[in-house]
């Protein structure tokens, strides 16, 4: 769990989304890539959503 204050005239949600996506967690805005996601040691590991794969 996370709770965030931010500047609104420096930053967004999006961004703050991205952000921690980028340190290797999903939210409800942004996904991990897979390699970032599989960079976290196996303890800090979740159960991910199943995405559609692209054909």
Do not use: W
């Not at 930053?11 to 599989?38: F, L, P, W």
């Amino acid at each position: 769990m996370l709770e965030l204050t931010y500047d609104e005239s420096k930053t967004n949600i999006h961004k703050v989304h991205m952000a921690i996506a980028k340190v290797e967690h999903d939210t409800d805005m942004h996904k991990a890539t897979d390699e970032v996601y599989d960079n976290l040691p196996g303890c800090c590991k979740y159960e991910r959503p199943k995405t559609k794969q692209k054909i």
